[in-house]
Structures are given as structure tokens and as C-alpha cells.
């Protein structure tokens, strides 16, 4: 479990970024965690000083209990522990070809040979990117560019992934392999803490969402708790996913993702029928 | 990313160990420094036609890779054989120049050719080690002669650096140019300018993301 306790952080004196924020992740059983919030929120800051990176200017976070350390060997083993994927996966590759990449946080680990290939082929394995192996980083579209660098991190089996905005700059089909992706690891067991403002994908792969809103967590909760407040959502700088929309405007269900609502054939008999009756008024 | 990267890479010799083609590449630079001329032109053309073979590059694509050396071993040579005197004694086609003659020097011109033949023996060999190793074995070879691990390390920083360089280079040279910056000498002043101030920023900010990313995946000064 991630404990923080009244986090501050600022980069300059009086300007701060992060303000008294306290939560738990990992606390209520919630496995897929969500930081919603506008640009230049603090979203990533917060994930910055989740992995130390940064440290905070005021309150403290905890590690299954502990207080982070932020010597090089308490560092080296949180960051075992917290895995982050960065938004930019160009910056974040530093070998050229994929296995190599891949590869990389483990030879720093001092990890065996061999055992290295088992954990990199698996890797590739899960993500569906075992074609890739000898292939040219620069020969891949953006999207497989980011498995590689989630990839990257995956290696080190962390029991917690960042991942910061991850569907930044995908196209639809690479939006939707993500989403595979992410529920394809949570049913391994892997937790993970998101951060993103793409409200449907967010809503679709996230159980437990906080908002934050200039440094600060406005609302936290499930999905019917954080999505059906519009005004709410509005004046963060956001807005509802559209499955919400449809529940609220339209008194259909609140369907948990599309699947849901297209696998609804009460719902498409309903229409159907009443399809029906317009037609018959007009004729 | 680099053509020289997508070359190195892609080429026919990419499956030769790089310690091999380390000790060719020192074989062609003994070639390229020992005395006896004919030797180099064969190696020149030798080397060269493997270099094209191997990267499947046309002789007009090799040839572009030459622009960017070619005038530095030009002006060279040019400094090395022409030469002015007092007499027309010593050299080739004297031209009196304010009371001096000016013309190409007898003694210095098999020098100058030399010097030249010699440089481009080097750099054919080096361009055909360059194409056909990446960087990933270049490093493997380093490391196997012993270099110190900074300069290693720093070796990989700079390469990494290159990409991010160029990259910020061009986007910001076109939003430039997009908006007219280049229009006329005083603008192309101004605006290259800012594109120095704007460059040296970046890296900064670039380089910082960098180490975080080097931080996620617990590197500890020492590439392995």
C-alpha cells in the first residue's frame, strides 16, 4: 500500500503545484487506479514524487508502512517496487533495438543472462509484441513504441505500474490495444495508477478515480460516485464520459463500458420497438 | 531517428562480431597511414564498393555522405600545396602577384596528395565501420579494449543526445521558417538566435526527463 500524507510539493517558493494532498492506494481493494485532472494539474508531479524523483516540500509518503528513504538504495528499491512509463516512450528508449531496450533495467539489476531473456521474452510475450524483438526502434509506429517502453519497465515485475497518460497521441486502434493491454495486466494481478484526462478511457478501464484540480483532490471515489456530478467535473476542467452522458441525459442504464451497453438486448429490443411505432405513426 | 543508425542496422554484415569488424576497421587505418600509395587507392575502392554492397546504398547515396568532409579535405589540401615566392623557381604555373608569384609549390604538391589520398582511405574505412556497426556493438567493442567506463558512458550519452539534438533542431527550425523567420538576412540573424537560446533550454529540459527515465529503470552511472 501507498500512503500519502498531506503532500506539498513546489518547484519555486509559493507556487505550489501538489497541496495537502492525502490518500491510500491501494487501501480498498482497488487495483486500477485513476488521477483525472486538466493540463498542468500536478498529474504527473504527483507521479514524479511517487517514485522520488521529486521529494516532497512538505508531508511524507509511505511504502507498505515505511517512509521513503531517498538514499540511493531506498530509492533503487522503491522504484523495484513502483514501476513508472513516462508519457514521451521516444525519451524513455535508449537502445536501439527493442530487445536490447527491453533488456535494460534488468542488466542494471546485475540480473543472469539467461534469466534476462526469460524475462524479456515473456514480457514481449504478454504485451503481443514478441515480433518486434530484433526490430529497429525507429521502424516502430507510436503505439508499439509504447508497449516497448512499458515493456521496459514491466521486466522489473513491480508489484505497482505508473503509467502517465498513456493513450496520449494514439490513434483509435492504438487507444484500443491499450485498453486490451491495461486489462490484460490487471487480470495477471498487476495494480496500476493511471493518469490521464481522456474521460472514456478513464472511465472504462479505472476502478477507483481521484480529480485533482489545481493541486488539489476535489472528489475521490468509484464511478458513480466521481462521474455523475457534472458541475463538478466542469469546473475541474472536464468532462463526462460519454456512458454517463447517455445514463443521465437519456435515463438509460449506467453501463460499466460499451461492451456492457451493446451486449444489452433488453435495451436494443426496446429501441427496436419503439423504431417500430414511429414508423407505423408516420405510414 | 539517424540514417546512419537505419544503415547499421539493415546491413549485411550486421551479424559479424564487432571485435572482427573493429580489427578491420585498424587494418584500414594502417592501410590509410603506411607508405606505399597503390595500396590505399585499392583499398579505397575496395572498401567502398563493400560498403554499398553491404548497405544496399546506390553510389550517388554514398556519395552524399561525402559532402560533409569533402570540403574540409579540400580546403586542406588547397592550404597545403599552393604557396607564394619571391621567384618563379619551385613552382607550378607562377602567377605574379604583387610582386610575388603565386602558383601551386613543386615540393608540396606530392605531399598534399598524399596527405589527401591518405585521409580519404581513412574515412571511406571509418564511414564503411560506422555503417555497418550499431552503435549497440560499437559500445561491446569499446568495452572489449578497455576503455575507461566514463568514457564509455559518455560515448552512449552523446549518441542518445544526437537524436534528441537533431529532432529539437528541426521542429523548431520549420516553425520558424513557417512563420517567415527566414525571409531576409536580419530576420535568418534574429531568428537563429533564438533558435540557439531555444535549443540550449531544451536540452535542458530534454535531459532531465532523460535522467528520470534512466532513474525508472535504475541506472547507476554504468551502461552494462
Redesign the interface.
Known amino acids: 500500500m501507498i500512503e500519502l500524507q498531506h503532500i506539498d510539493f513546489e518547484y519555486e517558493e509559493k507556487k505550489p503545484i501538489l497541496k495537502d494532498i492525502s490518500l491510500q492506494l491501494g487501501a480498498n481493494g482497488a487495483n486500477v487506479i485513476g488521477f483525472i485532472g486538466p493540463n498542468g494539474t500536478g498529474k504527473s508531479t504527483l507521479f514524479l514524487n511517487l517514485v522520488g524523483m521529486l521529494k516532497p516540500t512538505g508531508g511524507k509518503i509511505l511504502v507498505d508502512g515505511q517512509p521513503i528513504k531517498y538514499n540511493k538504495k531506498g530509492l533503487n528499491k522503491l522504484r523495484q517496487k513502483i514501476g513508472i512509463v513516462f508519457q514521451n516512450s521516444d525519451q524513455q528508449i535508449f537502445y536501439s533495438i527493442v530487445k536490447d531496450d527491453v533488456a535494460f533495467a534488468l542488466h542494471n539489476l546485475d540480473i543472469p543472462e539467461d534469466e534476462i531473456t526469460k524475462r524479456v521474452d515473456r514480457v514481449l510475450e504478454e504485451l503481443d509484441i514478441s515480433h518486434l524483438k530484433e526490430k529497429p526502434i525507429q521502424y516502430l509506429s507510436g503505439g508499439q513504441k509504447k508497449r516497448v517502453a512499458i515493456a521496459g519497465i514491466l521486466v522489473l515485475q513491480s508489484e505497482w505500474l505508473l503509467l502517465d497518460e498513456p493513450t496520449a497521441g494514439l490513434d483509435p486502434d492504438g487507444k484500443k490495444r491499450m485498453v486490451d493491454l491495461i486489462k490484460h495486466l490487471i487480470a495477471n494481478g498487476q495494480k496500476i495508477i493511471l493518469s490521464s484526462h481522456d474521460m472514456d478511457f478513464m472511465y472504462d478501464v479505472c476502478d477507483y478515480f481521484y480529480i485533482l484540480k489545481q493541486g488539489q483532490i476535489v472528489k475521490s471515489g468509484e464511478k458513480e460516485a466521481v462521474f455523475l456530478d457534472e458541475q463538478l467535473l466542469l469546473d475541474s476542467k472536464l468532462d463526462q464520459p460519454w456512458l454517463v452522458k447517455l445514463h443521465q441525459e437519456l435515463h438509460l442504464p449506467l453501463y460499466p463500458n460499451k461492451e456492457a451497453l451493446f451486449a444489452d438486448r433488453g435495451l436494443a429490443q426496446q429501441l427496436m420497438l419503439a423504431q417500430l411505432d414511429t414508423n407505423s405513426e408516420v405510414g | 531517428?539517424l540514417s546512419i543508425?537505419?544503415y547499421a542496422?539493415?546491413n549485411r554484415f550486421v551479424g559479424w562480431s564487432p571485435n572482427m569488424k573493429g580489427l578491420l576497421w585498424l587494418l584500414g587505418m594502417v592501410v590509410a597511414f603506411q607508405p606505399f600509395q597503390p595500396l590505399k587507392g585499392v583499398a579505397i575502392i575496395f572498401v567502398a564498393a563493400a560498403t554499398m554492397y553491404a548497405t544496399h546504398m546506390s553510389f550517388k547515396k554514398y556519395m552524399i555522405w561525402f559532402y560533409a568532409i569533402l570540403p574540409f579535405l579540400l580546403l586542406s589540401i588547397i592550404g597545403i600545396i599552393f604557396t607564394m615566392g619571391n621567384t618563379k623557381a619551385g613552382i607550378y604555373y607562377p602567377v605574379p602577384l604583387f610582386g610575388h608569384y603565386f602558383g601551386i609549390s613543386i615540393a608540396m604538391l606530392p605531399k598534399g596528395l598524399r596527405l589527401g589520398l591518405q585521409v580519404l582511405t581513412a574515412v571511406v574505412c571509418t564511414y564503411w565501420f560506422a555503417l555497418t556497426t550499431?552503435?549497440?556493438q560499437i559500445i561491446k567493442l569499446l568495452k572489449a579494449v578497455h576503455l575507461p567506463k566514463l568514457m564509455i558512458e559518455e560515448t552512449m550519452l552523446m549518441y542518445?543526445f544526437i537524436?534528441?539534438f537533431i529532432d529539437a533542431f528541426e521542429q523548431i527550425y520549420r516553425a520558424q521558417k513557417l512563420r517567415l523567420g527566414y525571409r531576409n538576412f536580419r530576420l535568418a540573424m534574429r531568428s537563429s538566435a533564438i533558435l540557439a537560446k531555444m535549443l540550449f533550454e531544451q536540452v535542458f529540459v530534454?535531459y532531465e526527463?532523460?535522467v528520470?527515465?534512466?532513474?525508472?529503470?535504475?541506472?547507476?552511472g554504468e551502461f552494462?
Open positions: 531517428m543508425d537505419k542496422y539493415s550499431p552503435f549497440q542518445r537524436f534528441i530534454n526527463q532523460m528520470h527515465a534512466l532513474d525508472a529503470k535504475l541506472y547507476d552494462k
